[in-house]
């Protein structure tokens, strides 16, 4: 039995026996072709095993897997086999002796399903697989141990082509234009931050679609393209779950558990965990001001300490009804409750331009938050047949609030009695829904043509109150000039139809999207109010061509969209620091890229080989822009006047992009349980643009965005088995600098390793591990500005230490 299952996912193994006893050169090579199906619902298995043995000699062994349509082809030397197709939980069918003197088309092979394995087995792959179909790369989660005990931002950093940088924001080919679905839908933890992503655990996670050029069927956000992640659903009858518990230094805790109940009828499933967390870090930033000559007149070093406390419980409860063989509905709610406290102390330093000490200050922040969100989702799935002809309608609702109260104080040194005290009150306000409906129709002969269409609404409503003024006396007093009310509403209405063809090995489809998007911004504080209305189209073409069952290629074109988000949009800064802001800007356009692609894929028996091609063009690119915005900070102590200009980060549409480059994985398995795997890509960006702006003393600054740089991106991993059943893992990461007309930012480099090994026959596992092993995933960078020059280093999250247990039942 464990013979059966395991044989899948051990076939490069199988095959690569064949190079050890090769028949004769002189025998013909033969073709043998045929299809492998359910023997009840007549619908092809994808991934089929066949095995060719000879029985003259025995030490010949060769064979090959079924596509997505269950057909295989596979070549050999004439000659007298035994033909052996297994397929997870289907009963093996063996014909002996066939006769294979020249190319034989063996037609349909039915299996039949083996109710009592498929009862009783779950199957979590040993190690990472990646299959290449018409729009996307999935790549199925095995147990890659430097994520045990992690969650979603680190399996997705265990992605080829997918990076997380330092401040963890997700990049798909250097480009963080990207879109994040769960199960194919937006979601909460997809749409509101990073953070929410490093909530949920791996052990949830069954594979991950990379979709570099999505199709129309998909929404057309995301010029960097989609990352979907999949959960995995359980198949078992009856009662099964899972309880797991992470500790880490720094501070961290965490204990999850999850439980189904299964039935005929009925799927009854709950999920649970709560997260005690701490995330020191730091930043620095090192301001020289210059006169119009470019000669110094001061600096200014700021320094932030970072301590961020927080708790959260999250909890979620779902029925799927099954009402009868073709009919189902699923509802779910989802709960959080969170709370954090973050503690930002920062020593602000002031010389003149000799290097002289004209003032030193502390300006520290306490920021007590909490936030609760609840979601909930809908879902009717109606099979019309066997065939692929389905109906699914998604409803989700999802309402989230939070409340940051920031309590700010600043002294003066060495009189610490002469103290400023701040108050700013941050309480936002979300309504998401989503509306979406996706039919499929395929149709003509063995149904190799389809059709699919589909509508998709997704209504967002955002409030941001933002309250601040300064305490004296005990008594507080507004600031008009930094107080806010935003008032953000996005409505996007979308349509699509799609067709697709195969003729044979070859598969076309072409789609259409159309969007209608309305946008609306308003800052009650400024009675301005910013609306926008566009319609706009979304053509998608992909092409594939299937050599063999392991070698692949596809051409692909597709045009996106990247919508400005409410925290781009919102002009008021966050003044954690008086001199160094980050605002948004309501007069954002979105971004609209064209994409090209070449894909091919190649499996040899212990080698599989991806690579792409790619190009695109984005228009009305949102950048980055580094300003002095014309306001200063004045401090008068002792007879001392300090003027400091304020350096401001906003968002412009400033440039047109074109990128150009290729990405190229390899994966080596030598022998069972051994992994070698190397990702690269390397691509040209090409920037042009330019900004006007006045700074500190009232010049009008025109700044090239022009840049014309190579970067590339790095990913080395392995795995080995120890002695006593343990297995290792190390994981290396490289980003590659990043440089344009303003910033430079210098290379990341990352190193990972774990040590896992089950036990309780298998039923438990436990693992350690450490993230970041020298502590350097640091960003570094320079920005040179008309009248002044920033250093900056950013570490969000330090090297942490990690231990997970997990226990698994039925």
Known sequence: MKNTLLLAFLLLSILGYSQEAKPSKNLQNIKITGTIKDSDTDKPLEYATLILQDPNNPNFISGGVTNKNGKFAIEIPTGTYHLKVEYLSYKVVNLNNLDLSSSKNLGEIKLDADVEKLNEVELIADKTTVELRLDKKIYNVGKDLTVNGGSASDVLNNIPSVAVDAQGTISLR????????????????????????????????????????????????????????????????????????????????????????????????????????????????????????????????????????????????????????????????????????????????????????????????????????VRYSTTYKRKFNKKGHDLSIDYQYSRSLELEDRAINEAILPNSNDKLFDKAITDDHQISQLLQLDYTLPFGKNYNSKIELGYRGIFDNYTVDYLEGSIVNSIFTKNTNFSNNLIYSQNVNAAYLQFGQGFGNFNISAGMRVENTDVSVLLTNLNTKETKSYINWFPSMFLSYEFTTKEKISLNFSRRIDRPTAGNLNPFPNRVSKTNLFYGNPDLDPMFTNSFEFNY??????????????????????????????????????????????????????????????????????????????????????????????????????????????????????????????????????????????????????????????????????????????????????????????????????????????????
């Open 174 to 373: 250097g480009n963080n234009n990207v879109k994040i679905l769960i199960d194919g839908k937006p979601s909460t933890l997809s749409g509101i931050s990073q953070e929410a992503l490093k909530q949920m655990p791996v052990s949830s996670i069954q594979k991950v679609e990379v979709i570099t050029n999505p199709s129309s069927k998909y929404g057309s956000s995301g010029t960097a393209g989609i990352l979907n992640i999949i959960l995995r659903k359980t198949k078992k009858s009856g009662v099964s779950g899972s309880v797991t518990t992470t500790v880490k230094d720094p501070k961290y805790f965490k204990l999850g558990g999850s439980i189904s109940l299964k039935k005929k009828y009925f799927n009854l499933f709950s999920n649970i965990s709560y997260i005690d967390k701490d995330r020191p870090g730091y930043s620095l930033f090192k301001n020289d001001f210059l006169d119009d000559t470019k000669n110094s007149i001061g600096y200014e070093n700021e320094y932030r300490s970072l301590d961020r406390q927080s708790k959260s419980l999250t909890t979620s409860v779902g029925l799927e009804l099954f009402l009868n063989e073709t009919t189902s509905i699923t509802n779910s709610v989802s709960y959080t409750k969170s709370s954090g406290l973050n503690n930002t102390n920062i020593t602000i330093d002031n010389f003149n331009s000799i290097d002289a000490s004209l003032v030193n200050r502390v300006r520290n922040t306490l920021e007590d938050s909490d936030e609760e969100s």
């Open 601 to 810: 894929l190649n499996k040899w028996n212990k080698i599989t080989f991806t690579s792409a091609l790619f190009y695109s063009k984005t228009e009305d690119v949102i950048h980055n822009v580094v300003i002095e915005n014309g306001d200063t900070e004045t401090i008068n102590i002792n007879g001392t006047t300090v003027i400091s200009p304020v350096i401001a980060k906003t968002k412009r549409n400033i440039a047109e992009e074109f990128r150009y480059g290729i990405d190229a994985t390899a994966t080596y398995v030598p022998i069972k349980k051994w992994r070698f795997s190397f990702n690269a890509m390397v691509y040209n960006q090409n920037l042009s643009g330019n900004y006007n702006y006045s700074n500190s003393n009232n010049d009008l600054v025109n700044v090239n965005f022009t840049a014309d740089q190579i970067r590339w991106y790095a990913n080395i991993s392995a795995k080995i088995p120890l002695l006593y059943k343990v297995d290792f893992q190390t994981n290396f990461y490289h980003i590659g600098a990043n440089n344009n007309s303003q910033t430079k930012t210098k290379a990341l480099n990352r190193l990972d390793f774990a040590f896992s090994r089950s036990i309780l026959k298998n039923k438990a596992s436990v693992s350690v591990g450490v993230t970041d092993i020298f502590n350097n995933y640091i960003r570094y960078s320079d920005t040179n500005l008309e009248n002044s020059n920033s250093y900056n280093e950013l570490q969000s999250d330090q090297r942490n230490i990690r231990a997970t247990f997990t226990y698994k039942f039925n």
